[in-house]
């Protein structure tokens, strides 16, 4: 059990998953964090359980090395099923233009699942990992907001002073490094 809770908390706060991944400016605004928190968070949930699932099928059948080919129509599948899902809940969300966002971020869980020992560890990646990346967009989206509100010096204004949000948000959560387990 102990196990299960460090990777959720790792997953979660120590091996973010969001801030090892470029900067996508456009999908930090507040209209479009409420469909890519969600939508991201339930595709990493489900994308980190089924990447250690065909990695063990894989490595008991012999072909191993061939668990990325595998899994990207995998993740192509569950990508378009957890927009439509999130499309039949909230209808109102627009959902264009977020799938090739949501594969980048579901890999990065499929290939994190795939180097764990056990199902327990893949679904707190899953969830922890879900959970932190919804955190992270909604943290950096309100900071976002709170830099176009503020008087910024011209030099800073746009990417430079994203850049400078993102790195002060890493140096936060490197904070939480020995909370976790991975």
């Given at each position: 059990?102990?196990?299960?809770?460090?990777?959720?908390?790792?997953?979660?706060?120590?091996?973010?998953?969001?801030?090892?991944?470029?900067?996508?400016?456009?999908?930090?605004?507040?209209?479009?964090?409420?469909?890519?928190?969600?939508?991201?968070?339930?595709?990493?949930?489900?994308?980190?359980?089924?990447?250690?699932?065909?990695?063990?099928a894989?490595?008991?059948?012999?072909?191993?090395?061939?668990?990325?080919?595998?899994?990207?129509?995998?993740?192509?599948?569950?990508?378009?099923?957890?927009?439509?899902?999130?499309?039949?809940l909230?209808?109102?969300?627009?959902?264009?233009?977020?799938?090739?966002?949501?594969?980048?971020?579901?890999?990065g869980?499929?290939?994190?699942?795939?180097?764990?020992?056990?199902?327990a560890?893949?679904m707190?990646?899953?969830?922890?990992?879900?959970?932190?990346?919804?955190?992270?967009?909604?943290?950096?989206?309100?900071?976002?907001?709170?830099?176009?509100?503020?008087?910024?010096?011209?030099?800073?204004?746009?990417?430079?002073?994203?850049?400078?949000v993102?790195?002060?948000?890493?140096?936060?959560?490197?904070?939480f490094?020995?909370?976790?387990?991975?």
């Amino acid at each position: 059990m102990t196990d299960f809770l460090f990777a959720l908390i790792g997953a979660a706060l120590v091996s973010n998953l969001i801030l090892g991944l470029p900067l996508a400016a456009d999908a930090l605004r507040h209209a479009r964090v409420q469909a890519l928190g969600p939508a991201g968070a339930l595709l990493i949930l489900f994308a980190a359980p089924v990447s250690w699932l065909v990695q063990q099928a894989l490595s008991a059948t012999g072909p191993a090395y061939l668990h990325l080919l595998a899994c990207l129509p995998l993740l192509a599948a569950l990508g378009w099923l957890c927009l439509a899902l999130l499309a039949r809940l909230r209808p109102a969300l627009d959902l264009t233009g977020l799938w090739p966002l949501l594969l980048g971020n579901g890999l990065g869980a499929m290939v994190l699942a795939a180097t764990l020992d056990d199902f327990a560890s893949s679904m707190a990646l899953g969830i922890g990992g879900g959970l932190g990346f919804w955190l992270v967009l909604q943290l950096m989206s309100d900071l976002i907001e709170r830099t176009e509100r503020c008087d910024v010096p011209t030099a800073f204004r746009g990417a430079p002073i994203l850049l400078v949000v993102a790195g002060l948000t890493g140096l936060a959560f490197l904070g939480f490094g020995g909370l976790g387990a991975a």
